[in-house]
């Protein structure tokens, strides 16, 4: 049987009146009661012993039930009532062989056996109105009994022999004031033990708890009616015994059948109880599991969008450094997924060929399980391409306080290192620009009159060759210092210009036709132009310029030989992009200068463009061939970047913005093609 959740009581006398046996028990109890009204008319005494032995039988039933199941029983409710049946029992067998007419023990008068009766209607009223209070705690058998007895043998005492109980019946009298007092005592704690026992109704199985409740309800009648009668043998005092009856009776259908037919629904109640409260509860769980899946999934969904979001990525290591994680944005820095770097350490990434700037405190924090911040080094990427990232990273432990490695972030800062290195250089160039550019024009007055005067001296030398030599030094040096001061201004661009925008395929060519002379066999060279390019904005004089210094460059780093490559080919730059070189939005042309030549360390490639500088022997070249090149995309609005590699090469980037179709010294990014300050 199921079901902890009686609620009212029309139901379960419907479910009465479904139940054949009960209705067959009903039955059964009506022809018993007809019998012994029939009896009471013919030998009241009879009646009374047989009402008596019935409710003896039932209550010695009931304790034998509660004492064989006490160590099974689930119900302390139950057990508890069942023990302390005895009590009752004994005091009611005394009320009936102590009846007026019986002449079995004691005096046989009617006060007695009212006494007795008190007695027996006392205890039962306290045992159903302990019993409910007593739902959730269970009491020792022998602890039970032991009170029992106790209560029992002194109310005997109080009555057979210190004959201390008041009085309850006086003969030509009637009920005392004690006996009548009693009675209401008891109807209203059977009222008060109703009350509690209702509380208490879902820890009951729904029909226990209607027969339980109804029998121990009937209480409250039949002591109301034992306080009406002036007779021990009249007609009030049998209607409370016949209500006694049927009392008795629906305890007896409620403990005796239930147990005889239904022992597991009686004797595990609770366990049943238990096991469909944990199903409910169950059920709730699974709700709620449920409810926090689709919270959990939400949350996951929401910080995978961010993870995808981010420009960071994400990894994780254990107690050895080794990546246990990486989200997929590693591809885009390293050229090779997070599957592929698994196992990987920090010190893998590292590019051993430039400087390590921060690795070093990097490994350290690592060693002392310390966390950092933004620590960057040279990111080993493919192709050797320069690229930088800064790291996070704070180490994890379990609740044991156990080291499990490490959680992090990775930034790739190549764009920004970019972008601030090509601030630092235009910020060194124009310094340098104006510098250079008012000491040349200082130095071209001097060397003015040098030339001038050199030359006019010559002719008027006559024939003394020594002289003419000296003379011919004086103005070659001159020349050749006032050609190094045309570069040096060429670099500065104090001078305005306007000529027509270059084609980058006729420049290209004819580069490669200047430089064809001194370039070795050794050196390949090899060019990839895309159909169609767009004129850019400086000239194709200063195209073959730049072209020119580039591939001498790219010579000279290639003296075993190697291959030179120069590539052409259109490009978009967005706004983000275009911002982080400091450039303008718009179409340019992109044109790469790459060699195989022996390359250059990080040193010397953040110097390249420096005026003066040169890593070539003394006499071998003057340091402005890079300078010019500089200047020239510079204050064509375009930009220029190196990347390069000991031992693998460098290659050129320059980024020329398009003309325009409207004319000589305007480009399609609004900035003059010449003039000062372009770019600086």
Sequence with gaps: MSGTQP?????TLTRWLRDRSFLSGLAALLILMAVLGTVMRHNYLLFHLCVELFAVAISMTIFTIAWNTRDTNQSPFLAFVGLSMPGI?????????????MNVIGEASPNQSTQLWIAARGLQAAVFLAAPLLTEKRLRAGDVLLIQAAVVACTLLSIFTFRIMPDSFVPGVGLTAFKVGAEYTFSAAAVVACLLLWRKRRQFEPRVFGLTFAGIALLAPQELIFTLYTDPHGPMNALGHFIKILSFYLLYRAIIVTALQNPYDLAFYRMRRSEEALRDHLSGLESLIATRTAELRES??????????????FWETDERGRFTALSPRVQESTGRGGAELLGFTHADLLDRNRPEEDFPALTEALHRREPFRRLSFPLASPGGSARWVMVSGTPRYDGNGTFLGYRGTTSDISARRQSAEAARQKQTMAALGSLVGGLAHEINNLLQPVISLSDLARGRAGEDRKLHAYLNAIHDSGVKART???????????????SPPGNLEEAVHSALELAASSMPVSIEMHTRLEPGLNAVTITATELTQVLLNLIQNARDAMPQGGTLTIDARSLSLKERDASLRQLSEGDYVRLTVADTGTGMDEATRQRVFDPFFTTKPVGKGTGLGLSVVYGIVRNGGGDILVESTLGRGTSFIIDLPTAPTGGPGQTTHGMLVHGEGVGR
Excluded: K
């Design 7 to 11: 609620s009212a009581i029309r139901p």
């Design 89 to 101: 029992a004994l005091l009611d067998l005394l009320h009936a062989i102590a009846f007026p007419g």
């Design 300 to 313: 996951e969904a929401r910080w995978r969008a961010l993870l995808e979001c981010s420009n960071d990525w």
């Design 484 to 498: 190094i001061m045309r570069d040096v201004l060429q670099f500065a661009r104090v001078e305005v210009a306007e």
